[in-house]
């Protein structure tokens, strides 16, 4: 029974698809193709203009394969011929192929039949055919290659083609789709770029627009326009293919300083960048994002952003979280912690890997064993082959041969057994060297795993490299929050309430680890190991890491400092015999700290010709010299005397 096969081509719109596929079925009913086992329908509709020629070269792959494998293909109806033209390779092998089996093609559009009656090749419809698949195939290109020069044409003239266009510009339907600059925008652009010049910061320039009312000029805006080189003329690749000129608004010297400027403020900011180890971990408890740090403490990243109302005119910070918490103190809680965790982490893989590496060694050894049977055999199958030749069953070529595969063999697991020892070797090397770093010898004994865990514990702690510590805090820490607390702490007078930080540390491995930092207890602030309760357990010492200083309090030490050296060398100046303070007591009678000072303490010889201003201590130097020669300490004589010789 001869079969159809109805070949729709792919379309834009299911609709067209299927309309096709009904008129093509009707045809191959009315020719005689009445049940649906006699028809074949290949394509399918929805396929995009790119796919088109993979699509196609599919499909013919499909009719040819069905040409091949069912028996009985007579007749192929297509739509349209024109459609067949996107592939002009795939076409001529498909008709090669149908008019090698005589398969009749009839195409709708327009009405072609490549066989006559007969089931001949009609030649001036097969002319016909392969002129219009050239045609149609000549038509598309010079098509694509109209519109391509046309918006290529279009879009050098600076005519809108399409897409967006950037801050600044309109286009102007009146003259052909011309692209203008918007006046009002484009002084905006030129203010910009002036500010920015001028040292303005981009947030700034942004917190000016905002309080002028011009909110569309968001800190996001600023920064983009900043960067967009075409403000300058300067024609830019657009949508992958097309050069696009625009009207400049700025010149391009001025463009080119304004990116050195922004490499430069680049370059300081991440030069200065502080490594903080909570970075990225510190979470506000409140909204869950990021705290980071302003000044020197973490806080909630959206409750303190003053430019969010710069990025968008309606945003605001969501979160009211305005707790803070000090870099230096979570800081050196995190570095604590992490110390206690890696620590832990290194003993327990390691001893994992220890028995992992065990484990291997074990299965090597068997295999090495193993190996003297195997060389034993070998031997056994020498001797046979020798016995068979000797018996003269063997030609002597083919007992050469046979001797030589099985030294091929007996070489092969001599090879086996160096890879073995070489792995063993390995193994055990790494046993004894890699985690014989935190020796495992009394593994078994608590006094041993303790003095282990103090040893890594104290080589971790020894490092001093911010991002190398980072790095292990970030290695096991997932998050971090902290909120406030109340807890009963003991201080020199009594057990009493105090502020404090509840802090928790969430680590990968799904533990949670719970402290309390409290900054006020008397001393310079006191950290406690809590539970999940927050029930506190322990006070716990992290080394205090002072790394992140705050500007005003650095200021006001010195300028006390200043305040300080102006007071001394008005009132009690060196020219006058004064020596103010212990250090130039001691410098000058050439003798320790705590000798000097023992000596003008209200305990030592000088006490009565000591001045105490503040904290500090003043005495003459002559008057210095005279009470010490009469002290009854020989080194006090002696270092008056030395002392004498100096007045
Ligand atoms: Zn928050």
Same mark, same amino acid.
């Given at each position: 029974m001869s079969k159809a096969i109805i070949w729709c081509r792919v379309s834009t719109t299911q609709q067209e698809f299927d309309s096709q596929k009904k008129d093509l079925i009707e045809q191959a009913i009315r020719d005689g193709?009445?049940?649906?086992?006699?028809r074949i329908v290949i394509g399918e509709a929805g396929a995009s203009a790119i796919k088109m020629n993979e699509v196609y070269q599919q499909e013919v792959d499909k009719l040819i394969e069905a040409i091949d494998? !069912?028996?009985?293909?007579s007749t192929i109806y297509v =739509?349209? !011929?024109?459609? *067949?033209?996107?592939?002009e390779i795939a076409f001529y092998q498909m008709k090669d192929k149908i008019i090698k089996n005589r398969i009749q093609l009839i195409c709708n559009v327009p009405q072609i039949? *490549? *066989?006559?009656d007969n089931g001949e090749v009609n030649h001036g419809m097969e002319i016909t055919l392969n002129l219009l698949v050239t045609l149609a195939k000549q038509e598309m290109e010079i098509k694509m290659k109209r519109f391509d020069r046309g918006r290529r044409r279009k879009a050098a003239e600076?005519? =809108?083609? /399409?897409g967006t266009i950037s801050y600044g510009y309109t286009v102007d339907?009146?003259?052909?789709?011309l692209i203008v600059r918007d006046e009002e925008k484009a002084q905006y652009v030129k203010e910009i770029y002036e500010k920015y010049e001028a040292g303005m910061s981009q947030a700034a320039i942004a917190r000016d627009f905002f309080e002028r009312g011009?909110?569309? %000029?968001t800190l996001h805006q600023v920064n983009r326009i900043l960067n967009?080189?075409?403000?300058? /003329?300067k024609m830019m690749i657009h949508g992958g293919a097309f050069e696009r000129a625009f009207p400049p608004i700025i010149t391009k010297e001025q463009y080119e300083r304004c990116r050195k400027i922004a490499d430069k403020n680049n370059l300081t900011l991440s030069k200065a960048k502080n490594v903080y180890? /909570?970075? $990225? %971990?510190? &979470?506000?408890?409140?909204?869950?994002k990021y705290c980071d740090v302003q000044g020197v403490c973490y806080h909630c990243y959206d409750a303190f952003n003053r430019l969010k109302s710069l990025s968008s005119?309606?945003?605001?910070?969501?979160?009211?979280? $305005?707790l803070c918490i000090s870099a230096n103190c979570m800081d050196s809680l995190l570095w604590y912690v992490a110390i206690e965790v890696e620590t832990d982490y290194i003993l327990n893989s390691a001893e994992k890997d220890r028995q992992l590496y065990q484990e291997k060694i074990k299965n090597l050894k068997a295999k090495f064993d193993n190996i003297e049977k195997r060389l034993a055999k070998c031997d056994e199958k020498r001797q046979r082959v020798r016995d068979v030749y000797l018996e003269g069953d063997l030609s002597i070529e083919e007992r050469d041969k046979r001797y030589q595969k099985i030294e091929l063999e007996r070489h092969d697991i001599l090879n086996e057994k160096i890879e073995y020892q070489n792995d063993i070797e390995h193994y055990e090397n790494l046993i004894e060297t890699v985690l014989g770093k935190y020796s495992?010898?009394? %593994?078994?004994?608590i006094e041993g795993n303790l003095k282990q865990i103090m040893k890594l514990s104290q080589q971790i702690a020894s490092i001093t490299d911010d991002k190398e510590r980072s790095e292990i805090v970030h290695r096991h820490f997932k998050k971090v929050t902290y909120e406030n607390a109340t807890i009963e702490i003991e201080f020199k007078t009594g057990k009493r309430p105090a502020r404090a930080s509840f802090i928790k540390i969430y680590l990968y491995n799904d533990t949670v680890l719970y402290y309390y930092f409290v900054?006020?207890?008397?001393?310079n602030g006191g950290y406690f190991k809590a539970d999940a309760d927050g029930n506190v357990l322990n006070e716990i010492f992290p080394?205090?890491? &002072? &790394?992140?200083?705050?500007k005003g309090k650095i200021r006001r030490r010195e300028e006390g400092r200043k305040l300080r050296k102006e007071y001394k060398e008005e009132n009690?100046?060196?020219?006058?015999g004064y020596l103010y303070g212990v250090q130039e007591i001691a410098e000058f009678l050439e003798v320790r700290w705590a000798t000097a000072r023992f000596w003008v303490?209200?305990?030592?010889?000088g006490a009565k010709i000591t001045k105490r201003i503040g904290r500090n201590i003043v005495v003459k130097r002559d008057e210095l010299v005279d009470v010490l020669s009469k002290f009854t300490s020989k080194v006090a004589r002696e270092a008056a005397e030395r002392a004498s010789r100096k007045l």
């Open positions: 193709f009445k049940k649906e086992s006699d494998t !069912v028996s009985g293909v =739509w349209e !011929v024109s459609r *067949l033209a996107r592939n039949k *490549l *066989l006559d600076g005519k =809108w083609t /399409g339907f009146n003259r052909d789709r011009i909110t569309e %000029i967009n080189e075409r403000y300058t /003329g180890y /909570g970075d $990225h %971990i510190v &979470r506000c408890y409140k909204c869950g005119a309606t945003a605001k910070p969501n979160c009211d979280n $305005h495992f010898d009394d %593994i078994e004994s900054p006020n207890n008397g001393r080394e205090y890491q &002072r &790394r992140f200083m705050d009690y100046p060196k020219e006058k303490s209200p305990e030592g010889p």
